[in-house]
C-alpha cells in the first residue's frame, strides 16, 4: 500500500471512529435524560410519599391526644365515682345515728309520758280524795 491508500485507509477509519464516538455521546445524552426525568419523578414520589407520612404522623399525633384525653375522663369519672360511694357511705352512717337518736328520743319521751300520766293519775286520784 501507497502512503496515499494508508493515508485515505486511516481517515476512513478515522471518519468511523468519529461517528462512533458521536453516536456513543448521542446515546450517553439519551441515557442521561431518562435518568433525569426519572430522577424527577422519583423526587415527586418521595415527596408525596414524605406527604402521607406527615399526615400520618400528625394523625397518630392526633390519636393519641384524643386517647390521653379520655384516658383524663376516665379517671375523672373514676374519682366522681369513688366520692359520690364515699358520700353515700356517709350519709347513710348519718341516716342510721339519726335513726338512733330518734328512737332514744321516742324512748324517753314514752317515758316522760308514762311518768306524766303516773303523775296525773295521783292528782286525780289526791283530787277525788278529797
Given at each position: 500500500g501507497?502512503?496515499?491508500?494508508?493515508?485515505?485507509?486511516?481517515?476512513?477509519?478515522?471518519?468511523?471512529?468519529?461517528?462512533?464516538?458521536?453516536?456513543?455521546?448521542?446515546?450517553?445524552d439519551s441515557l442521561q435524560a431518562e435518568a433525569k426525568a426519572r430522577e424527577s419523578e422519583l423526587l415527586a414520589e418521595l415527596e408525596v410519599a414524605q406527604g402521607a407520612r406527615q399526615q400520618a404522623l400528625e394523625g397518630a399525633a392526633v390519636a393519641a391526644q384524643v386517647e390521653a384525653q379520655a384516658e383524663c375522663t376516665l379517671r375523672a369519672a373514676d374519682v366522681q365515682r369513688a366520692a359520690a360511694e364515699a358520700m353515700e357511705v356517709a350519709l347513710q352512717e348519718q341516716e342510721s345515728k339519726l335513726a338512733d337518736e330518734l328512737e332514744c328520743l321516742a324512748s324517753e319521751r314514752a317515758g316522760l309520758q308514762s311518768e306524766f300520766?303516773?303523775?296525773?293519775?295521783d292528782e286525780r286520784a289526791r283530787f277525788e280524795a278529797r
Open positions: 501507497t502512503p496515499e491508500t494508508e493515508w485515505a485507509r486511516r481517515a476512513k477509519d478515522l471518519e468511523r471512529s468519529t461517528a462512533a464516538l458521536a453516536d456513543a455521546n448521542a446515546a450517553l300520766d303516773a303523775a296525773l293519775e
